[in-house]
């Protein structure tokens, strides 16, 4: 760390994009944003050239991803996390939530612990911001890629166990139709962490119940969730009509252009506003890895024509995208503005977890995570909390 000027640079807030601006970082914080020419180099400031063609963007906030570079969170091992993050670094993801899926509760603690141990110190790439648990507590007919062997309903010494992670725990998907789900979100949601619905077949009465009881967000929309079904002849709207519909209820979506064609993405968006929207990537370990095959969970899964399947093809299996696809996709694909794009990388997960008072915006005292991207978005460099973790754009720098 030190300090740096990105002078010459296509600077997104991510609200708007400012044209042939400077941003100097400061040790591990964002310092003076200006215009050309407003920011002065000086000695022992070392200079990054935009050329007035590069972009400089939030780092990009990854809240569902369960691996990467050949590493799963599931192994339980700081080894494992650290190859994550540097991994998800090359694609521009500067902080996520290490995804735990259902398993054995005893490989879910090991894991947790795994997380409450590296804690926020330093990865060599994306930082930790804590877990998402996806499981064990999930409807069987929408379990997707979860192992059925491990489903469960919570119980009062489960909720306990998971109290005392609270400190390692950022956010939790269950079903909350399940029997002990409402009283368990409810005190996960008073501990300080996001609850949301996911892998569930809940109908509208249901999902109103669960917003009563603290659950505020909606997990990977239109995968392994309910939609309008009948109930003695009369039509009930599902998990889905109810993520759209309730304003109280964010959504994420994965936006890796395989789990979900450009309409629905489209429709999402229009319904929900862009500011009730995040992209995930629910990447396994396989992102950042040749095809083939590979595990979740413990389920054999193969990777083919750029997307993650269950060994016998009846279900997709995560992805094996970063976030630099994503926001491709939602360019080239959905049609957004590119600093929509962007805002929904980067500022409305950051907002989605509480943590927009210091990530996901381009501003004086915000924390230093930033992503430069070329004309194609591609990504060039990536910086968390002020330190270069992945440099492809300086002659002869070392690819971290």
Same mark, same amino acid.
């Given at each position: 760390?030190?300090?740096?000027?990105?002078?010459?640079?296509?600077?997104?807030?991510?609200?708007?994009?400012?044209?042939?601006?400077?941003?100097?970082?400061?040790?591990?914080?964002?310092?003076?944003?200006?215009?050309?020419?407003?920011?002065?180099?000086?000695?022992?400031?070392?200079?990054?050239?935009?050329?007035?063609?590069?972009?400089?963007?939030?780092?990009?906030?990854?809240?569902?991803?369960?691996?990467?570079?050949?590493?799963?969170?599931?192994?339980?091992?700081?080894?494992?996390?650290?190859?994550?993050?540097?991994? +998800?670094?090359?694609?521009?993801?500067?902080?996520?939530?290490?995804?735990?899926?259902?398993?054995?509760?005893?490989?879910?603690?090991?894991?947790?612990?795994?997380? *409450?141990?590296?804690?926020?110190?330093?990865?060599?790439?994306?930082?930790?911001?804590?877990?998402?648990?996806?499981? /064990?507590?999930?409807?069987?007919?929408?379990? $997707?890629?979860?192992? #059925?062997?491990?489903?469960?309903?919570?119980?009062?010494?489960?909720?306990?166990?998971?109290?005392?992670?609270?400190?390692?725990?950022?956010?939790?998907?269950? =079903? #909350?139709?399940?029997?002990?789900?409402?009283?368990?979100?409810?005190?996960?949601?008073?501990?300080?962490?996001?609850?949301?619905?996911?892998?569930?077949?809940?109908?509208?009465?249901?999902?109103?119940?669960?917003?009563?009881?603290?659950?505020?967000?909606?997990? +990977?929309?239109?995968?392994?969730?309910?939609?309008?079904? *009948?109930?003695?002849?009369?039509?009930? =709207? !599902?998990?889905?009509?109810?993520?759209?519909? *309730?304003?109280?209820?964010?959504?994420?979506?994965?936006?890796? !252009?395989?789990?979900?064609?450009?309409?629905?993405?489209?429709?999402?968006?229009?319904?929900?506003?862009?500011?009730?929207?995040?992209?995930?990537?629910?990447?396994?370990?396989?992102?950042?890895? #040749?095809?083939?095959?590979?595990?979740?969970? $413990?389920?054999?899964?193969?990777?083919?024509?750029?997307?993650?399947?269950?060994?016998?093809?009846?279900?997709? =299996?995560?992805?094996?995208?970063?976030?630099?696809?994503?926001?491709?996709?939602?360019? +080239?694909?959905?049609?957004? /503005?590119?600093?929509?794009? @962007?805002?929904?990388?980067?500022?409305?997960?950051?907002?989605?977890?509480?943590?927009?008072?210091?990530?996901?915006?381009?501003?004086?005292?915000?924390?230093?995570?930033?992503? @430069?991207?070329?004309?194609?978005?591609?990504?060039?460099?990536?910086?968390?909390?002020?330190?270069?973790?992945?440099?492809?754009? *300086?002659?002869?720098?070392?690819?971290?």
């Amino acid at each position: 760390m030190g300090i740096i000027l990105f002078q010459k640079f296509r600077v997104f807030t991510p609200f708007r994009i400012l044209e042939n601006h400077s941003v100097l970082v400061k040790e591990n914080k964002i310092e003076v944003i200006g215009e050309k020419g407003a920011i002065k180099a000086e000695k022992d400031m070392e200079i990054i050239d935009g050329k007035d063609l590069l972009y400089l963007s939030p780092g990009f906030i990854d809240i569902h991803v369960h691996g990467g570079g050949g590493a799963d969170c599931l192994e339980g091992t700081r080894e494992a996390l650290e190859v994550m993050a540097r991994s +998800h670094a090359r694609g521009g993801t500067t902080a996520f939530c290490p995804t735990i899926t259902t398993a054995p509760l005893e490989r879910i603690f090991r894991s947790l612990d795994a997380i *409450r141990e590296i804690g926020s110190s330093p990865t060599g790439g994306a930082r930790i911001l804590g877990a998402h648990v996806e499981g /064990p507590y999930f409807s069987k007919s929408q379990r $997707g890629a979860q192992n #059925p062997d491990f489903l469960r309903v919570p119980s009062r010494e489960d909720l306990e166990k998971f109290l005392s992670y609270q400190e390692a725990i950022k956010r939790i998907s269950l =079903a #909350p139709e399940l029997p002990g789900a409402l009283e368990f979100g409810r005190k996960m949601r008073e501990a300080g962490i996001m609850v949301a619905i996911g892998h569930s077949d809940a109908t509208y009465d249901e999902v109103l119940s669960a917003i009563e009881n603290g659950f505020s967000h909606v997990t +990977h929309i239109y995968s392994a969730m309910s939609g309008v079904q *009948r109930i003695n002849l009369y039509r009930v =709207a !599902g998990v889905i009509e109810s993520a759209l519909l *309730r304003d109280e209820l964010t959504v994420e979506m994965i936006a890796d !252009g395989k789990h979900l064609p450009s309409h629905l993405m489209q429709f999402v968006l229009k319904n929900k506003g862009l500011g009730q929207v995040c992209a995930v990537t629910d990447a396994m370990e396989a992102a950042g890895m #040749p095809e083939g095959e590979y595990k979740i969970g $413990g389920l054999e899964v193969i990777v083919e024509e750029g997307v993650a399947k269950l060994k016998d093809r009846s279900a997709f =299996a995560g992805s094996v995208a970063t976030m630099d696809l994503l926001v491709r996709t939602l360019v +080239h694909l959905v049609g957004l /503005p590119l600093e929509e794009a @962007v805002q929904l990388v980067s500022f409305n997960p950051a907002k989605f977890l509480g943590l927009d008072h210091r990530q996901g915006v381009i501003a004086p005292g915000k924390d230093a995570d930033l992503v @430069v991207l070329d004309s194609n978005l591609e990504v060039k460099m990536t910086m968390v909390q002020g330190e270069i973790v992945y440099d492809n754009l *300086r002659e002869g720098a070392v690819k971290k």
